[in-house]
């Protein structure tokens, strides 16, 4: 059975990422509107019939910004904790909200997701690791230090979306107020070059094929300096960016044709 992931979005201007089979998907995230996320799965031949939940990681605009419009429209589950949803903007219909538990797995049909939590200034905020047939990928952003749980979970990982978020200098010496530079570089902030490749230096399983680069700042990173800080410690894992501004191509983990395009999708027909 094959896993196909794609970042939707990925960065403070909204975050979602799309893991799934031929049959079933989730959602990690829906922090752009619900016809960004369309037109995106649109332009990578997926189809919305096929995701059968949305897992919200936390409460901040851009990770929820378009659950409720989407879970309304679609019937969508949406899982949240009671504390991200009380602290949140968003109201989905109450008979499609379920609720998660750190650490006990979810089942829905072929996909297990397990989520953890993660150090980040939000009410109950969690990380997730999917995983279908043996295949595990994780989504690790929003994450102001590296705990014992992230380590933990990534080292379980064949795949993973990897924070990012800024690069040292520039964020020391660039336009931000102190208050805010405080903020993001505190462990309860987001995770800088040097964290990321720390930790996947460290931690990395040697089944791990794939990262990508993900909730880059458009002011504190960019995709030069962060994938130079990556480029030397890679080896043979494929290192991409997930981008604030369009979706990723897919990507099989597993697979010996890791990458496939939309024309590749179209010419098997998975997902008409």
């Known amino acids: 059975m094959s896993v196909y992931v794609a970042s939707l979005n ?3 201007n909204g975050n979602c990422y799309y893991i799934g089979t031929a049959h079933d998907a989730v959602l990690i995230d829906a922090g752009i509107s619900c016809k960004e996320i369309l037109n995106r799965m649109r332009n990578l031949n997926l189809s919305i019939d096929k995701v059968r939940a949305v897992f919200i990681s936390h409460e901040h605009i851009d990770h929820i910004k378009g659950v409720e419009v989407l879970s309304k ?16 903007r968003t109201r989905p219909p109450d008979y499609l909200v379920r609720n998660f538990t750190a650490h006990e797995v979810v089942q829905l049909n072929e996909i297990n997701i397990l989520p953890f939590p993660k150090l980040h200034d939000a009410a109950d905020p969690h990380s997730f690791v999917v995983t279908i047939n043996g295949i595990n990928v994780g989504v690790f952003t929003d994450i102001g230090a590296p705990c014992s749980h992230v380590t933990e979970y990534f080292r379980r990982c064949h795949a993973a979306f990897l924070e990012a978020n800024y690069d040292d200098d520039m ?3 660039g336009k931000y107020p102190y208050h805010l530079r405080k903020r993001i570089s505190s462990d309860v902030g987001h995770m800088s070059n040097a964290q990321a490749v720390e930790l996947f230096q460290n931690h990395r399983s040697p089944d791990l094929s794939h990262i990508w680069l993900s909730h880059l700042s458009k002011d504190n990173n960019s995709h030069e300096v962060a994938m130079e800080a990556f480029r030397p410690h890679a080896g043979s894992v494929q290192v991409s960016i997930a981008s604030r501004y369009c979706e990723t191509e897919i990507f099989q ?10 024309e590749q999708y179209k010419q098997i027909s998975l997902f008409s």
């Open 10 to 12: 990925s960065g403070s």
């Open 73 to 88: 429209r679609y019937e969508i589950p949406v899982y949240i904790t009671p504390a991200t949803l009380a602290n949140s």
């Open 171 to 173: 964020l020391a010496n």
């Open 253 to 262: 983990p597993g697979s010996s044709a890791s990458t496939t395009t939309t």
